[in-house]
């Protein structure tokens, strides 16, 4: 991470100066827990998006919707919240501006209640249009390019509503036969179950059935008496469900089912059409999750016409990104791959024939952003100049030429409009809040829309200094301590090590707050050290990094844990007789494993949500990492943690919502179990009606509980 010397002496200074940080705050639990999503969010601009074929820029301010025409910079009102509650229903009456969505460049679309409001651009104005009711309880609700027809689920069955008719686009009874949803638990990037067809004219769809899936309880305590909802859980090495997907038409009101083939239990990702709409792609992937073929099928016969291309690994593929056909094309498209390592963007044909390798480099891909039709260039965001950062670039698809767009350190997150013209770029760093501002791609103009105030400055912040490790293999390390507020280098303090160090998950980056947390600088103005750090597993460092935890979850990620925990020992003002550490989900099966594992290094723990045992975690992210029970036996022994409860040393708390429906109760009810059978102490809270993540107000409620936790074994 890079910080500033100016933000380094600012926080020395701050701990150095009693009469200075006497006059500075201290965060509330309240703050630390949900202040920076909140009350001490820095400013942005709200609800920003690109008109398509337009150079119209989009925004929501004072409840009105404003239009800023680039590069003039002319802005005006084109909507206020009054008109929109005007043609509203008083049922459906709007308390602020609701989300936006674009069409086509001349409407819009929002929801109220159970309607379906369309907006229509007619010259400078923009008026409410028509309007689609749909039932109670309508959800995934999803509207075709000309906003001519809506579709949405209705318990587990898909509906398609037009303005004068609704058509059951399925009629399933039983309620493990589910239609338009998104499926395989969301992994492999899918996010959704419904795919309109560019022109709107077909809808595409998820079937899944998961009849043949064992039921699983998850207990509603908060009735009188408690009820049972049976859900369906797929568990590593048992039965899943089995996907298909279809094409409705809705002229000829007719359903097609892609011949998808067996065995039944594939993963279908990545599901794309083709711009003419008459074909589909998938990413067919196998169970063991090794070999993926990119299959194209007829969307009018659901016949397979070719394979384009097949990726096996020794470990996994992973594919994460439908196809992105080139602007104006119909035969050319970008594939998103990690063959050579790292994610990186390859042009291809639908012929399957290779056109270029788009990106190359030690470096991942992040985002695609668009594409500038003129120059020939794809606008993407990656980590080439650090994993730390992320920046916006441009690629020529004909030579492969790349150059960076933006200028600033930090970590950018950017929207292109339609002709890849301009970005709207928004990024923070150790030392910037956000800013946001506009682009041209051509490095010609910018315009900064808001350079957000510092939230936190009236705040008693730490020091944080930056921290390299390396690996056993010789890997570097990136991490982060975070001294306590009036640091004296020649005492001792307690520590806590935050931790997650699991796939798809960065924590340490050059962003706003540099802490990451706010809640460790609540515990820094506590007087505690606080350190994190990303080991091998988790993100944003390319396939070797991740995969090196291949068959052995909770063992390399340990062995760089203890790295840090070496570092930290050599510190002098560490007190590693008070040492803490604290984990959520992934995060809290590493600290219960550290705890059991490494016995005698902390001497306190807070595990949430934790995964003690991979055999009861599902299907698709635990066959990609640990293969199957049955395939490596040796492996989800060496994980488990069941088994070595009597190693604890120690005070662990363990932490679980009782609605968890991803890693489900079970884990700790099971490890409390064998703790009473072999006489370990430890302690144990439940967060009633709470699924994976404690939110909302209850939130202050689980970080006081983990504070008061460490303050009372630590301090």
Same mark, same amino acid.
């Given at each position: 991470?890079?910080? =500033? ?53 989009? #925004? ?6 404003? *239009? ?37 460049? $001349? ?51 898909? +509906? ?10 399925? =009629?399933?009874?039983? !309620? ?6 998104? /499926? ?10 419904? #795919? ?19 039921? %699983? ?14 859900? !369906? ?14 094409? #409705? ?64 690994? @020794? ?80 690629? $020529? ?47 010609? +103009?910018?315009?900064?829309?808001? @350079?957000?105030? @510092? ?31 009036? #640091? ?20 340490? +980056? ?9 809640? %460790?600088?609540?515990?820094?103005? *506590? ?6 750090? @990303? ?15 291949? *068959? ?13 925990? &070496?570092?930290? *020992? ?48 599902? /299907? ?59 006489? /370990? ?16 107000? &209850? ?15 630590? !301090?």
């Amino acid at each position: 991470m890079i910080f =500033s010397r100016k933000t380094l002496w600012t926080a020395v200074l701050l701990a150095g100066a009693l009469p200075a940080a006497a006059q500075l705050k201290n965060y509330t639990i309240a703050e630390a827990t949900n202040g920076i999503q909140t009350t001490l969010a820095p400013k942005s601009i709200r609800q920003a998006s690109w008109q398509p074929s337009g150079n119209a820029f989009f #925004f929501t301010a004072n409840n009105k919707w404003v *239009r800023m025409q680039v590069p003039s910079w002319k802005t005006d009102t084109v909507l206020q919240l009054a008109a929109l509650n005007h043609s509203l229903p008083p049922a459906d009456t709007l308390k602020s501006f609701p989300d936006i969505k674009w069409l086509n460049t $001349s409407a819009a679309w929002y929801q109220a209640g159970c309607r379906v409001q369309f907006l229509h651009a007619e010259g400078d104005k923009i008026q409410p249009g028509k309007s689609i009711t749909l039932p109670e309880g309508a959800e995934h609700i999803t509207c075709n390019r000309t906003g001519e027809l809506v579709a949405y689920t209705l318990d587990n069955n898909l +509906r398609l509503a037009g303005a004068d008719k609704t058509y059951k686009v399925t =009629s399933d009874t039983d !309620k493990n036969i589910i239609s338009g949803q998104s /499926v395989h638990r969301e992994e492999f990037g899918i996010d959704n179950g419904i #795919f309109f067809s560019p022109k709107g004219t077909l809808l595409a769809y998820y079937r899944m059935d998961q009849t043949m899936v064992n039921d %699983y309880p998850v207990i509603s305590w908060q009735e009188t008496p408690a009820k049972a909802e049976l859900i !369906k859980y797929p568990m590593a090495g048992g039965t899943s469900h089995q996907v298909t997907v279809r094409v #409705f038409n809705p002229q000829t009101e007719q359903t097609v089912t892609l011949q998808t083939g067996t065995p039944a239990d594939q993963y279908l990702t990545c599901v794309s059409w083709s711009p003419d709409e008459r074909y589909i792609f998938i990413a067919v992937l196998n169970r063991d999750q090794n070999h993926l073929r990119l299959n194209q099928y007829n969307a009018a016969t659901g016949a397979l016409v070719r394979t384009l291309f097949e990726e096996r690994d @020794d470990k996994y593929v992973e594919p994460q990104h439908p196809l992105t056909f080139l602007p104006g094309s119909n035969d050319k498209f970008i594939w998103w791959s990690q063959r050579d390592g790292y994610m990186h963007l390859y042009l291809y044909d639908t012929n399957g024939t290779l056109l270029r390798q788009l990106t190359k480099g030690s470096w991942v891909v992040n985002g695609l952003a668009g594409f500038n039709k003129d120059k020939k260039e794809v606008l993407f965001t990656s980590s080439q100049e650090s994993p730390l950062e992320q920046h916006s670039y441009a690629v $020529s698809w004909t030579n492969g030429k790349i150059r960076r767009l933006d200028a600033e350190p930090g970590t950018h997150q950017v929207q292109s409009d339609e002709s890849g013209r301009y970005l709207f770029d928004v990024y923070s760093a150790a030392d910037v809040p956000k800013r946001s501002l506009i682009r041209s791609t051509d490095g010609r +103009r910018t315009k900064m829309l808001l @350079d957000a105030p @510092d939230p936190l400055a009236g705040y008693n912040r730490p020091m944080i200094r930056q921290v390299t490790l390396t690996a056993d293999d010789g890997t570097p390390l990136y991490g982060r301590l975070i001294l306590p507020a009036a #640091f004296d280098s020649t005492k001792q303090y307690p520590m806590i090590v935050y931790l997650y160090n699991g796939p798809h998950v960065q924590l340490v +980056r050059n962003q706003f707050p540099a802490s990451g947390n706010l809640w %460790y600088e609540y515990m820094a103005q *506590r007087g505690y050290l606080v350190f994190t750090m @990303d080991g091998r597993g988790s993100a944003n460092r390319g396939l070797a990094f991740e995969q090196a935890v291949f *068959r052995r979850l909770g063992t390399v990620e340990l062995e760089d844990q203890l790295k840090g925990v &070496d570092y930290l *020992r050599s510190l002098a003002f560490v007190d590693t007789a008070r040492m803490g550490i604290h984990g959520w989900s992934f995060g809290g099966f590493m600290t219960t494993s550290m705890m059991l594992r490494h016995p005698g290094i902390f001497k306190a723990a807070v595990a949430g949500g934790p995964v003690m045992d991979w055999r009861l975690y599902e /299907v698709m992210y635990t066959e990609r990492y640990m293969d199957t029970p049955q395939a490596n036996p040796e492996g989800y022994e060496q994980a488990g943690l069941f088994d070595k409860v009597q190693n604890l040393k120690g005070h662990l708390l363990l932490i679980h919502g009782t609605d968890d429906n991803v890693v489900v109760w079970q884990h700790s009810l099971r490890f409390l179990k064998q703790c009473v059978d072999k006489g /370990v102490q430890v302690n144990y809270f439940v967060y009633p009606g709470h699924q994976h993540n404690v939110r909302g107000k &209850d939130r202050v409620h689980l970080m006081q509980q983990i504070t008061d936790y460490f303050d009372l074994y630590l !301090k």
